[in-house]
């Protein structure tokens, strides 16, 4: 067993520098590495680009980095619920490039496996994929998408044993699992950190080859972007 | 009279045959899940990794790792799934989704569609929704006839950016439903009680009319 833990958010952290590009895990506030974000916030880096499929809202996730103008550029896929955000780029503060949800998610996978890049239907005939090369199969046309290259991927699981096997829960896995292996550095932050052993290999989502950072969150707060309920007839 | 939004999502609701795995957009389109008549089977699946989506939680249930696509607090069905972004766009561009019911901001009579950017005013992004038109064999558009400023919303060429080019296949407003073939909106069905001048009043694009058109049951 290789053990991938580190004693905390600083050490799974270090090596974090200007300029940097990162991938963040999560969709809306739901799965995202709070943990990791509040170091990023505290480290107070600066000109990063962030590939993330949401920014976060003013005061919670990317938001927190976005205040404090530490985002060169962002790569999304829908950012509606940031005010912050929304001035930074209309200002021309912030670069954005907005991309397919699903382009997204495979150009993780694609650095994840070592794919250089694909062809994928989404958005061909727009403006976000022009200048981009199209060729047609059997009679559809599509647009070659790369993967992507970052320093750090920054995930959230639910439970990870200390040789980095991740567990996620619900739709808080969304993009984590993609993210991992992605980047030169998988930091996983994980809400239970256990000895190996404990979980049943069957089980695992994300062996621990994809990472090479693991620790347990010191709390998570676990934010609903919008609490919606029933009524008990 | 015009249909109201929870006319239109009753009568989409018509579109969804047994057996259906169906991908609902934000707006319009997530209402269409209260519908489905109780004796068909059908999966919702949420572009955020889940399929057998189920209703909105009760309250004190809410779980904020169980959100869909619009970031709302919902439930699981017996029989759902999770899975990953990856996965989960693989079962839309991989066409194992049968239907895809979506809003626009505006359709042309070719088959584009635009919803996801006002330049200079609302540049929220696409999300998922050019994945789902560009692959899709089955989309249907749900959206109000006109704006706010009362303007076709079915037009000869769309003017906002586009989020897809000729897929969209049926469209149902608060006024009538369409199927679009040979660059036409072609006319199947009226809201009860409008007449067809006043859709060709309110239809910018280039509209078919043929025989009798009867009115939308619902």
Known sequence: ?233 | MALSKEQIAKRIAKEIKNGYYVNLGIGIPTLVANFVRDDIDVDFQSENGILGMGPFPYEGEEDPDLINAGKQTITTLPGASFFDSAMSFSMIRGQHVDLTILGAMEVSHNGDIANWKIPGKMVKGMGGAMDLVASADNIIVAMMHTNKAGESKLLKECSLPLTGVNCVKKIITNLAVFEVQNNTFKLLERAPGITIEEIKDATEGNLTVEGEIPEMLL
């Not at chain 1, 496996?113 to 005939?125: K, L, R």
């Not at chain 1, 030169?184 to 809400?191: D, G, S, W």
């Open chain 1, 1 to 233: 067993m290789i053990n991938k833990t580190v004693s905390n958010v600083q050490e799974a952290c270090l090596g974090v520098k200007d300029g940097m590009t990162f991938m963040l895990g999560g969709f809306g506030l739901s799965g995202i590495p709070e943990n990791s974000i509040a170091e990023l916030v505290r480290l107070n880096v600066k000109n990063v680009t962030c590939i993330s499929n949401n920014a976060g809202v003013d005061d919670f996730g990317l938001g927190l980095l976005l205040q404090k103008n530490q985002i060169k550029k962002m790569i999304s896929s829908y950012v509606g619920e940031n005010a912050e955000f929304e001035r930074q780029m209309l200002s021309g503060e912030l670069q954005v490039d907005l991309i397919p949800q699903g382009t997204l998610a495979q150009r993780c996978l694609a650095a994840q496996s070592g794919i250089p890049a694909f062809y994928t239907p989404a958005g061909y005939g727009t403006e976000v994929t022009k200048g981009k090369e199209t060729r047609e199969f059997h009679g559809k046309w599509h647009v070659l998408e790369k993967a992507f290259k970052a320093d750090f991927a920054f995930v959230k699981a639910w439970k990870g044993d200390v040789a980095g096997n991740l567990i996620f829960k619900g739709s808080a896995r969304n993009f984590n699992p993609n993210m991992c292996g992605a980047a030169k550095i998988t930091v996983a932050e994980v809400e239970e950190l256990l000895p190996v052993g404990v979980l049943d290999p069957n089980q695992i989502h994300i062996p621990g080859i994809f990472v090479q950072r693991i620790f347990q969150g010191d709390k998570y707060e676990k934010r609903i972007e919008q609490l919606t309920i029933r009524k008990r007839d």
